[in-house]
């Protein structure tokens, strides 16, 4: 069980980071395409 807790514990942690970088670009494209536009 604490083995298990602790590997969705990382798998949960990996989402986030994978989730902040989609974001980040997401929201700096957003800004490059409507800045020239």
């Known amino acids: 069980s604490s083995a ?3 590997c ?3 798998i ?3 989402l986030v ?3 902040a970088v989609v974001v980040g670009t ?3 494209v957003g800004f ?3 800045g020239f536009r």
């Open 4 to 6: 298990l807790h602790h």
């Open 8 to 10: 969705l514990s990382d």
């Open 12 to 14: 949960l942690e990996f």
């Open 17 to 19: 980071e994978i989730a």
């Open 26 to 28: 997401a929201v700096f």
């Open 32 to 34: 490059v395409l409507f």
